[in-house]
């Protein structure tokens, strides 16, 4: 029964932490601020992480609109910017030097222009980064420039979950697609400013997208891997068949 117990707290640990990034994972439903798209817009639905809309843009291109479980847009004017901002309420939490965790769920369907599809920035006034989401490829940029780019993607024809990680202690930045990792630990540029926002936050650029919810938390967590909470039921479903027998033989 010692062992079987072992067992069973091993495959706990290994489960609650990701060996490559060192962090905790956390499923991202479990997050304090949720959007998840039902049936209005992120200043109705998640009025806890205080979304307010910038609009650039005026007439130019289509509002946000929420339809089949996602908030859409398409636009199709180079001028101005459209974008939901969080930024009293993710200042009072994220402030200068906490660490965060934001993830996505999309499916950007048209892009053009240097900031293509769909535009996440994230940062405390220390450290930020920009994911830019087009069509086919992910860049994170910084106010310094391009700092990843990854070819050669399908972003357009299923939604996929993009998960961005800063840890502060470490002055390190994670991202995931779908749950693999695309960097390991790269330095998070330096950040003049504190904000979170997303949509179509570029002056230079037009494209189309569909958000199925918009999720973010204080802390840097990695992603839970489905394969690995498989393997510990499987462990700890063995050691306990393994122990009944033994004591059944005795």
Request: hydrophobic share 35%.
């Amino acid at each position: 029964m010692k062992w079987n117990i072992l067992l069973c707290i091993g495959c706990l640990v290994a489960y609650g932490a990701d060996s490559r990034a060192e962090l905790i994972a956390k499923d991202s439903i479990t997050f304090t601020h949720c959007y998840e798209a039902n049936s209005d817009l992120p200043t109705v639905e998640d009025p806890g992480s205080g979304w307010t809309l910038t609009d650039n843009r005026g007439d130019n291109g289509d509002k946000y609109a929420v339809s089949d479980g996602a908030l859409s847009y398409s636009t199709t004017e180079d001028t101005g910017g459209r974008w939901y901002e969080s930024l009293s309420q993710w200042d009072a939490e994220v402030g200068t030097d906490t660490s965060w965790t934001v993830e996505v769920r999309a499916k950007v369907t048209a892009s053009s222009g240097s900031q293509p599809g769909l535009h996440v920035a994230a940062g405390s006034t220390a450290h930020g980064i920009w994911l830019d989401i087009a069509t086919d490829a992910i860049q994170i940029n910084s106010t310094y420039g391009t700092v990843v780019t990854i070819d050669s993607l399908d972003n357009a024809t299923d939604f996929h979950t993009y998960r961005l990680a800063c840890d502060e202690t470490t002055d390190a930045l994670y991202v995931w697609r779908d749950g693999v990792s695309l960097t390991d630990g790269i330095t998070v540029p330096n950040n003049t400013r504190g904000r979170l926002l997303f949509g179509d936050a570029s002056s230079n650029g037009h494209g189309a997208a569909a958000i199925d919810y918009f999720r973010w938390d204080t802390g840097a967590y990695s992603v839970p891997e489905p394969g690995t909470l498989g393997l510990m039921l499987v462990a700890v479903a063995s050691s306990s068949l393994f122990y009944t027998r033994r004591r059944r033989a005795a």
